[in-house]
């Protein structure tokens, strides 16, 4: 089955840093664009990003750029989102997701997403 | 960038009614490059529509996306009980990408 598998919750203390991951399977990972989105408790859904793993260009939303960062290890299929300095308002669920279409054009919605990783920060 | 307004915040419904979910854009969107998306609490959220009018794989024809310009619609033609869950619409055609704030539709 192609997926998206995201690691498990965190809790951290606030000015901590945190790595998150989402891998791929049953699909060719480098080629399609994958995407992180942010949903904080009760909130909607925030873009953060994308990044294509095949030469790991990266388009940060306005709101996140400096403040997260995005990689990829195409060796293992899998996506990372880092903080080096976590803040209660990190405090959300973090969505990893695939745009559908294996193109270097970003332009495509989200078919497949990862389960989700939650993300606790005490401050 | 681009913002995207939804309405109505809430829709309550029955089962078998109509929905008509409504996305307007701050500026023109190509329609090539508007979505919808599914969320029910605890889950992540699923592909409805691609494109403005195009069904993801597996979505049921009760479905529908159709607009230009600014103004967007998502209908379901007759809700069914699993039908009942939060609605976006999100626009890929800037770099920066956006999500609308979301519909509710809850069982009335």
């Known amino acids: 089955e192609v997926q998206l598998a995201q690691s498990g919750a965190e809790i951290k203390k606030a000015g901590e840093s945190l790595r998150i991951s989402c891998q791929g399977s049953?699909?060719?990972?480098?080629?399609?664009?994958i995407a992180w989105v942010r949903q904080m408790p009760g909130k909607g859904l925030e873009w953060m990003g994308i990044?294509?793993?095949?030469?790991?260009?990266?388009r940060y939303g306005p709101s996140f750029h400096g403040q997260v960062t995005m990689s990829v290890d195409k060796s293992t299929g899998t996506a990372y989102l880092q903080w080096s300095s976590l803040r209660a308002s990190d405090t959300a669920m973090y969505f990893c997701?695939?745009?559908?279409?294996?193109?270097?054009?970003?332009?495509?919605?989200?078919?497949?997403w990862g389960q989700g990783t939650t993300v606790t920060v005490s401050s | 960038e681009i913002v995207l307004t939804q309405s109505p915040g809430t829709l309550s419904l029955s089962p078998g009614d109509r929905a008509t979910l409504s996305c307007r854009t701050s500026?023109?969107?190509?329609?090539?490059?508007l979505a919808w998306y599914q969320q029910k609490p605890g889950q992540a959220p699923r592909l409805l529509i691609y494109?403005?009018?195009s069904r993801a794989t597996g979505i049921p024809d009760r479905f529908s996306g159709s607009g230009s310009g600014t103004d967007f619609t998502l209908t379901i033609s007759r809700l069914e009980p699993e039908d009942f869950a939060v609605y976006y619409c999100?626009?890929?055609?800037?770099?920066?990408?956006?999500f609308g704030q979301g519909t509710k539709v809850e069982i009335k």
């Open positions: 997701a695939r745009l559908m279409i294996a193109s270097r054009d970003p332009y495509y919605a989200m078919d497949l």
């Open positions: 049953r699909y060719t990972f480098s080629t399609y664009w």
């Open positions: 990044i294509y793993p095949d030469d790991s260009d990266t």
């Open positions: 500026q023109s969107v190509s329609s090539t490059y």
């Open positions: 494109g403005v009018s």
């Open positions: 999100q626009q890929y055609v800037s770099s920066r990408w956006t």
